[in-house]
Structure formats: structure tokens, C-alpha cells
């Protein structure tokens, strides 16, 4: 029998709509034929996001809940999403999406995509960026790569001030290009979504 996964991702902005590709792949690599996902833009708390989606009546197998930690830890942001889930007939799973501390943070783990999304993939200037099992304990990562990438892009003056302001479309193309078999798989993080997912898509097999 063939299983065709259908999903939705409740976003934080549409920014994250990058990440369905990603999220699809790792459904699929856990059991499913197919994926399809789409992703949706209500506002307020989680539960009014769930409600929303809910009362939609649309086929869905799973539902993605990001929200950033915002903190070096992912607990409470995990516990608002099953407390909202709780309250909800969804007849659907719900898998939390929770980067720590932030979403940027999986994307602080390549250097060399850094430097391949603002042209300078030879570049060798530092870009003093935390090593990978500290990624998820360093505060504003958003800060960190815009910073970053600034540096790789080797600019000065009216140059530099321009690549400021591409941050946004710096960022989507290094959530595009993001690597889920490369060392995002070791942050925590990260771990857990694959683990979660996993889960979900046996559920639907047993």
C-alpha cells in the first residue's frame, strides 16, 4: 500500500515556507511514498493556530508547529505545543518544530555555504562563528550570521551597507540550500524533529 503523507506547516512568517521541501525529504526517509506539504499563516497562540487549522477540514496527516525557542532551551516551547495539541481534535500528528535558540542556528553549522551564498567560496577570512556543539547555547544567532555574513562578503563602505540589507535573502538561500545530511543532524534540535518524525510516520504504518 502506498503511503502518501499529506501536511501542513504552521509557520512563524513566510520565510519558513523553505522549509517544507526539507521537512517532506524527512518524511519520506521515514517510511512515507510521498509528501506533500503546504504551509499555512494564521496568527495568535498556538492554539488559535490549531483551531484555525482544524476548522479547515482538510485531509492532514501531519502538522509541522514551528515556533523558535527563543532560549538555550527547547521545554517550554515544546510543552505550549502539546498543551495546544491537547485541547484539539486535529485527527492529525502533531511534530514540533523548535529550533534553539533560533531558526538561524541550523544555519550557522556550514561555513562554506556562508561564504558560497554572498559569492565568495575561496574566501578564507575568519568568520568567527561558534563551534557546532555551541551553536545551540549562543544567544541571537540571527545577529551572528548577519554578521557573518557581512564578513565573508569581504565588503567596505557603501558595498558593505548594501550586503546588510540582504540579509533576508541571504538567509533563504541558506535555508534553501541547507543540508540535512550535513552537521545540522548533530544539534539537538535538529535530532529531535528527525526523531519525532520518525515516530509520527510509523504511527501511520502500524
Do not use: C
Amino acid at each position: 500500500m502506498t503511503l502518501t503523507v499529506g501536511f501542513a506547516l504552521l509557520r512563524e512568517g513566510s520565510s519558513d515556507d523553505l522549509l517544507i521541501p526539507h521537512l517532506a525529504d524527512l518524511v519520506v526517509r521515514a517510511g512515507a511514498d510521498e509528501a506533500i506539504g503546504t504551509p499555512r499563516d494564521y496568527g495568535g497562540s498556538v492554539a488559535a493556530k490549531l483551531r484555525a487549522l482544524a476548522s479547515e477540514k482538510s485531509r492532514l496527516d501531519l502538522i509541522f508547529v514551528h515556533r523558535d525557542a527563543d532560549d538555550h532551551d527547547d521545554s517550554e516551547r515544546r510543552r505550549e505545543i502539546a498543551a495546544a495539541q491537547a485541547g484539539e481534535r486535529l485527527g492529525a500528528a502533531v511534530v514540533p518544530v523548535v529550533p534553539v535558540q533560533e531558526l538561524e542556528a541550523w544555519l550557522l553549522v556550514d561555513h562554506s555555504e556562508i561564504r558560497n551564498v554572498v559569492g565568495r567560496p575561496h574566501s578564507v577570512v575568519p568568520l568567527d562563528l561558534p563551534a557546532l556543539r555551541l551553536i545551540e547555547d549562543t544567544r541571537n544567532p540571527k545577529e551572528v550570521l548577519a554578521e557573518a555574513l557581512v564578513v565573508a562578503s569581504e565588503t567596505a563602505g557603501r558595498r558593505r551597507e548594501k550586503e546588510k540589507k540582504r540579509f533576508y535573502q541571504r538567509r533563504r538561500a541558506l535555508l534553501e540550500r541547507l543540508d540535512i545530511d550535513g552537521p545540522v543532524r548533530h544539534l539537538s534540535s535538529w535530532s529531535k524533529l528527525e526523531s519525532d518524525i520518525n515516530a509520527a510516520v510509523a504511527g501511520m504504518t502500524r
